[in-house]
Every structure is written in structure tokens, then in C-alpha cells.
């Protein structure tokens, strides 16, 4: 009879417990949990505090252990909470304790280098789309630990996101590896040979989306129609992740795809986008500073690297001068090198079709790299970049042109004559150069420019067969040289408003 008293008594209890339960409200029953990015398979940056967050009940204690360490936090009045974790060195796998008013177990965890990939196409593309030039690679890519976490395109502009939506890490296999980014995954192929750790590739991509849609509401408001735009969308209504048919539209991929990962700790940001931004290629320069300002800011990472594709060829290649949009973008690209912590890889020279993409990704994934590790990794004593235009002077009928990384020399690629120069004289109309390399200069003139004043190099939509490039401390090639333009006298440069 004693059993059957107490049975009843905790069955009393448990009723009441519940009751009490369903008067509270969700606020005071409210689980730990975590975005969707903090999850089994995940990488994370190595030899930097870790941050690992998620949402609870306001005040709320949150410990976390990992790797050996045990550490604590108390959820915000807004709901979230983050624990930083000391740095670790790379390995793995590892497994993950989440404790507050319930249990989260990771599993599978590494260690290791974390890049965002984020643009337009080019950096969406798939490996799938490229499984024929790299067969090899995708047949033994289960042996590299590579993972990827596929951002799903989000448009939303009512605000920032907590957590993206859907998506997972997924371990690269053969098959698997299909669906990562391209140029991402050659990429941290290399990373991984270099260094001999896990790499992780977050991909955050939209097509034809222009860089201020990747602007949080704050960088918005330096530029006033940009922010009057978003501020008309944030009053529309749009189904559910979507946005208004016009790909330029203002913020939405800031709030749906990068304000719900930018707690996590990463080393860097891989950039391949400006198409989108053609018809006000002169914006561009400043447009981008200000993304990679706002970045920087909302990810607490003051010094974040930003390694950056100069857009590609486009388009048949034509011998004569021509005005371009395509050559603005790049010289607004060239002049965002200005901003500390960035790295530029030329594509113009890599593709005589003028594609979508840069046909040789192998070769502009390693001018990516090559770039990240100057700049994210300090390594000293390498070329990481082409002759980078510095300054001009005119000598009678011809002009002197003078180049920073120039290294052991300036060389032509290929040898013969040096290609891809056009001069102008005061009225600005350009004609096809002669040019010659004497020591680290560059010498261009042409007979129908009496007077010089203004140089263009690789000036065009697709300027393949410009052959400027610098030379190595083995005498062998280096890097190619950007596309830009320069004057004698200080003028800004015109950008053409069509081919």
C-alpha cells in the first residue's frame, strides 16, 4: 500500500509540474539552442578565441565545454548568449557539451582555418559545373578534410536574422564535393597543402546581386538612396526569404545570409563580385570600402582579411582601343587596394572566350591564395601580386611609367612585343601604343600622339593577351600586372556608361 501512496503522490507532483509549465508562458520554459551553423561536422578557426553562441531565457547561464575547456555565459536580455572559448590548435574530430536548462551534444568537430566565400556567380559556381576539368581533385577529395556550409540565398528586410535558414556542414567526399563552391574548394585545396589542417568554406553567394546588397542598415546610411531603397522595401511585404524582383535591391542579403553567421569566428573572406555593379562603376571603390568596413565591424574582427577577384575577361577580344565598363570596374577594383588588409587576384588575362568564369580556376584560386598569404597569414619574401601601377611622367612624345612590385624585373609574358597599352593625349581619345620594358620602367608612345598625357592598360572588355607581368627571385614568371589607367596631371578617370 506504501508503494501505491507514493506512486500516486508523484503522479500528483508530475501533473502539477506540468500545470505550472503550461501557466509560466514560453518565456520561462524557453530550451538552450543554437543556430543552425553551430552544429555536428562544424570547423572551427583555429589559433583565435572561438566564439559559440545561440538564444535562452534572459539571465539564463550557458556553459560550454570543448577541446578541455569548460567556459560561461549568461544569456542577454535579448535572448542571446556567447561564450568565447581560448584559442586552439588545429585537429579533431572533437565533440561539444552545450549545458543550460537542457543538454546539447555536438559531435565531429575540427579545428582548423575558416574562409566566407561570398559574390556573385563566379564564386557560386559548383564544383559540378567543373567536375570534367578537375576530375582528379573531386576523385580524392575524401582525403583532405574540407567541409562546407551552403548558405541558402535569403533575402529579408524587416532586419537582421538570427540564424540562416536550413543547411548543414557537409564533409567533402566525392561526392559530396559537387555542390561546394569551385573556387572556394581549389582554394582550400591549397590552404590544406600549405598547411596541413582542416579548412572550412562557408558559401554565401547570390547571382547578379550588387555589393550594396550585402550592406547592414548602419553602412546604408552613408548612402542615402541606397538607404531611402531599403527603407521601401522594409515597408513591402515579400513571401517568406524572397525579395523584389530587382537583383539590386538594398540590404536584404546583409540581413538574411551574413548578420546570422557573423558571430561565428573566421579567418577571412574570399570576394568575387562586381558585375552587378557595372553601370556605376565608379562607386565602387568606396561602395566596397564601406562593405568591407561594415564586415570588419559586425564580425569584431578589425584587421579581417578581404581577398578579392579582379572581374574577369568578357566577351570576344578586340585589338583596338575601345572604351569599357569592364576596365572601369577593374580600375575602381584596383583602387580598393587601398583600404589595409586587402588582396586583389587578377582574372582578365586567364580566358580568350570571355566567359562566365575565368576558365583556368586552378590558376586564379592559387592567385587567391597566394594573395591570403601575404595578407591573412604575414608570410614575408613572396609575390603575392603583378607590376602594380604607381606613377607617370611624360618625356616629349612618349611617357615613363613607373611600377611598385616589380621584383627581380618586369618581363613579357611570352616574350616578343609588349601588349595592351593605348595613349591619349589632352582630348582624351585614345589610340593603340608602342610599348617597350627598360629596366622597371615601361615606355609607351604612338606617331598619332604628338603630346601625351593619359596611358590605358588592358583597357577593355576582355583584354586577353595583355602580357605585362613581374619576375620571381627564381627568373621565372611571376604575376600579371592589374589593368588601370593613369594620367600625367591629376584628373579623375572617365568610365564609359556602355561597351
Not at 561564450?83 to 559531435?107: C, E, Q, S, Y
Amino acid at each position: 500500500m506504501r508503494n501505491k501512496s507514493v506512486l500516486m503522490n508523484s503522479k500528483k507532483w508530475m501533473r502539477g509540474w506540468l500545470f505550472w509549465l503550461l501557466v509560466s508562458g514560453p518565456a520561462a520554459i524557453a530550451q538552450v539552442r543554437v543556430p543552425k551553423m553551430i552544429g555536428d561536422g562544424m570547423v572551427l578557426q583555429r589559433d583565435i578565441p572561438i566564439r559559440i553562441w545561440g538564444f535562452a531565457t534572459p539571465g539564463e547561464k550557458v556553459t560550454v565545454k570543448f577541446a578541455g575547456e569548460t567556459a560561461s555565459s549568461v544569456t542577454e536580455d535579448n535572448g542571446k548568449w556567447v561564450v568565447v572559448l581560448g584559442p586552439k590548435k588545429a585537429g579533431g574530430p572533437f565533440t561539444m557539451d552545450i549545458d543550460g536548462i537542457n543538454h546539447i551534444w555536438l559531435k565531429n568537430i575540427l579545428v582548423g582555418e575558416v574562409w566566407v566565400c561570398s559574390g556573385e556567380y563566379q564564386m557560386q559556381l559548383p564544383m559540378e559545373k567543373a567536375k570534367e576539368q578537375y576530375a582528379e581533385l573531386i576523385a580524392h577529395a575524401d582525403d583532405v578534410p574540407i567541409r562546407q556550409y551552403l548558405i541558402a540565398q535569403h533575402y529579408d528586410y524587416k532586419g537582421p536574422r538570427e540564424s540562416v535558414t536550413g543547411g548543414h556542414w557537409e564533409v567533402g567526399s566525392s561526392s559530396s564535393v559537387l555542390s561546394f563552391s569551385a573556387l572556394g574548394y581549389l582554394f582550400a585545396r591549397q590552404l590544406y597543402d600549405r598547411y596541413h589542417v582542416p579548412v572550412g568554406l562557408i558559401d554565401a553567394c547570390a547571382a547578379e546581386a550588387p555589393a550594396e546588397a550585402w550592406l547592414s542598415p548602419a553602412a546604408l546610411s552613408a548612402f542615402p538612396d541606397f538607404a531611402s531603397l531599403a527603407g521601401r522595401y522594409a515597408d513591402s511585404t515579400f513571401p517568406q526569404g524572397t525579395g523584389p524582383t530587382d537583383k539590386g535591391a538594398t540590404g536584404g542579403l546583409y540581413n538574411g545570409m551574413i548578420a546570422p553567421i557573423e558571430t561565428y569566428t573566421v579567418k577571412g573572406v574570399l570576394w568575387y563580385q562586381g558585375e552587378a555593379n557595372l553601370p556605376k562603376a565608379a562607386d565602387y571603390t568606396s561602395l566596397f570600402a564601406s562593405l568591407v568596413a561594415d564586415w570588419r565591424r559586425h564580425w569584431r574582427q578589425s584587421s579581417l582579411p578581404f581577398i578579392y577577384v579582379q572581374l574577369e575577361g568578357h566577351g570576344p577580344v578586340k585589338q583596338q582601343a575601345e572604351e569599357s565598363r569592364w576596365a572601369g570596374m577593374r580600375e575602381a577594383q584596383r583602387m580598393a587596394l587601398g583600404v589595409p588588409g586587402t588582396g586583389m587576384a587578377v582574372a582578365a588575362d586567364l580566358d580568350e572566350a570571355g566567359g562566365l568564369q575565368p576558365k583556368d580556376l586552378e590558376e586564379l584560386s592559387r592567385r587567391l591564395f597566394l594573395s591570403a598569404e601575404a595578407i591573412a597569414y604575414g608570410k614575408i619574401n613572396i609575390i603575392y601580386s603583378g607590376p602594380m601601377y604607381h606613377s607617370m611622367k611624360a618625356h616629349g612624345n612618349k611617357i615613363h611609367i613607373v611600377f611598385d612590385e616589380v621584383n627581380t624585373g618586369l618581363i613579357v609574358k611570352g616574350g616578343g612585343d609588349l601588349k595592351g597599352f593605348s595613349i591619349a593625349g589632352a582630348d582624351d581619345r585614345y589610340v593603340p601604343a608602342k610599348a617597350i620594358l627598360e629596366g622597371k620602367k615601361v615606355i609607351v608612345w604612338s606617331d598619332e600622339v604628338a603630346h601625351p598625357v593619359a596611358v590605358r592598360y588592358a583597357w577593355a572588355d576582355n583584354p586577353y593577351g595583355a602580357n605585362l607581368f613581374n619576375r620571381d627571385i627564381l627568373f621565372k614568371d611571376g604575376l600579371p600586372a592589374p589593368p588601370f589607367a593613369g594620367h600625367v596631371r591629376a584628373k579623375r578617370v572617365s568610365v564609359a556608361t556602355d561597351h
